[in-house]
């Protein structure tokens, strides 16, 4: 059954897109991403030779750090930064680099507003634009890649509607909602220095994190639904991606 949004797109919907990748001078790579008013920033620097404690220098290592776009930082931006890294360390050929740091700035340009809701969260649509930005910079640095990823918002309303990257107003009366980051088929579109031979595509779920309450069935059909949408966001990647090569 179809379900009215109040900014009248359908449910499976995403809002408009937009990516532009080296907008940082300083930055070794960079990228924003905007998904309607959310807008995101993300900076690589790096890799520098020397590992951080505890990490193993016989692998690249990456450190994440999560900018609100005021105040300081807490509990969910602590949690971003650890699903973001454990996303980098699935995409990135980590053997490539051994004993260097690649450090990733995450900078909030735009969060419509948001506060924190009643499941104690950033409003759930700046992490997906958080790792998508992530991606199309680590591009832009050169990053060696097994392969790209997508990332999108699944929620669940009171009603049991199962809405895609939710809009402000929907945040709030959600029930429940599920990060999901699928792998990306734009390796083809990648420039050959960055393609690594040998390295097989994922297949299935990357990262998943859910908050609230949801059954088993809702999940599956958050996932389902999510899986769907990651073509649109794949071909819009694609897209995004043959563009600036070919220019460059």
């Known amino acids: 059954m179809d379900i009215d949004r109040k900014d009248g797109r359908t449910a499976n919907q995403l809002r408009p897109l937009s990516c532009t990748r080296n907008v940082l001078n300083r930055a070794h790579g960079s990228a924003s991403w905007s ?3 959310t807008k995101v920033l993300a900076a690589v620097y790096g890799p520098k030779a020397g590992t951080n404690k505890n990490e193993n220098p016989e692998k690249a290592c990456f450190e994440v750090i999560w900018k609100p776009k005021t105040g300081q930082i ?4 602590k949690e971003y930064e650890m699903i973001l890294k454990k ?52 591009v832009d640095a050169g990053i060696p890649l097994k392969h790209l990823a997508v990332a999108i918002c699944c929620c669940l309303t009171e009603s049991g509607h199962i809405l ?5 107003l929907e945040e709030q009366r959600m029930k429940a909602f599920v990060y999901l980051v699928f792998p990306n088929s734009t390796l083809s579109v990648l420039p050959e220095a960055l393609k690594v031979r040998g390295e097989p595509m994922e297949h299935g779920l990357i990262t998943s994190s859910t908050h609230g309450v949801m ?34």
């Open 215 to 248: 059954s088993v069935d809702d999940y599956i059909r958050c996932l389902e639904r999510g899986r769907a949408a990651t073509s649109k966001l794949s071909d819009f990647f694609r897209r995004n991606l043959q563009s600036q090569v070919q220019s460059d």
């Open 164 to 168: 895609l990257d939710p809009s402000k």
């Open 35 to 37: 998904q309607g008013e």
């Open 87 to 138: 996303t980098v360390q699935s995409i990135c050929v980590l053997n490539v680099h051994p004993n260097t740091t690649t450090s990733i700035i995450i900078q909030v340009v735009n969060d419509d507003g948001a506060s924190r809701n009643f499941l104690d969260c950033i409003f759930p649509k700046l992490l997906p634009c958080a790792i998508n930005a992530l991606c199309a910079a680590l």
């Open 74 to 77: 807490g509990k969910a931006e």
